[in-house]
């Protein structure tokens, strides 16, 4: 089975401040490990994935994460928050070779930009 | 990159009455397809998956004669909504997993309203 746990359902940072978003990770094979960012009545738009290789992952609009097999972590990072980034953001957790396995989300962060 | 199109973006219906919502794999050909439900500030939910040419699985909990899953070509998944109610009134999101890059690509949500 798998799961994942997103500490802080809000964060709030302004502008030009760095982004933490925390994820956690229970899985019982290699995950696979992404990050999505959801803005209001939309899809979800992939930022990044950790598919077994760099365990440094660098996505789109700047952000990046890290696979810490150690911490069973995966947070998701950004150097400098833009108003634009705030948005819902989920991580999520598959496994390797799954093709018809579907995403398992955590419950999400919302994160706030403050001018 | 993938792309998945979701159609209705949003529909109200009266109570009593169906609902079809349509995903398509428009650059590849996606052989499971996933439906998930969201409510308001709250994760995605797995609803079932959608396999060509076969039967859906369902998630525990979720009536498979009430949500109707068709996927009767590789790129082509519906879910019907039968004899919607109120409570049915939800987000509603598509994904499929486009194995040639180990991502997963979500359509842009439905938003069904029933009164």
């Known amino acids: 089975a798998q799961s994942v746990t997103q500490l802080g359902s809000h964060v709030s940072v302004s502008e030009g401040a760095l982004v933490l978003l925390r994820c956690n990770y229970s899985s019982s094979v290699p995950p696979y490990l992404f990050w999505y960012v959801q803005y209001p009545n939309q899809g979800l738009q992939l930022l990044l994935k950790y598919t077994s290789a760099a365990t440094l992952v660098k996505g789109i609009n700047g952000f990046e994460a890290e696979f810490k097999k150690s911490e069973t972590s995966f947070h998701l990072t950004k150097p400098s928050a833009h108003m634009s980034d705030a948005a819902e953001y989920f991580c999520a957790v598959s496994g390797p070779n799954t093709g018809r396995r579907a995403l398992t989300f955590g419950s999400g962060t919302r994160l706030q930009v403050q001018p | 990159g993938a792309v998945v199109s979701q159609h209705p973006s949003w529909v109200i219906c009266k109570s009593g009455t169906s609902v079809k919502i349509e995903c398509r794999s428009l650059d590849f050909q996606a052989t499971t397809m996933f439906w998930y439900r969201q409510f308001p500030k709250q994760s995605l939910m797995l609803m079932a998956t959608s396999n060509e040419g076969s039967k859906a699985t369902y998630e525990q909990g979720v009536e498979k004669d009430k949500f109707l899953i068709n996927h009767a070509s590789l790129t082509l998944s519906t879910l019907t909504v039968t004899s919607a109610h109120p409570e049915d009134s939800s987000f509603y999101i598509c994904?499929?997993?486009?194995?040639?890059?180990?991502?997963?690509?979500f359509g842009s949500g439905t938003r069904l309203t029933v009164v």
């Open positions: 994904s499929a997993r486009d194995l040639r890059g180990d991502g997963y690509t």
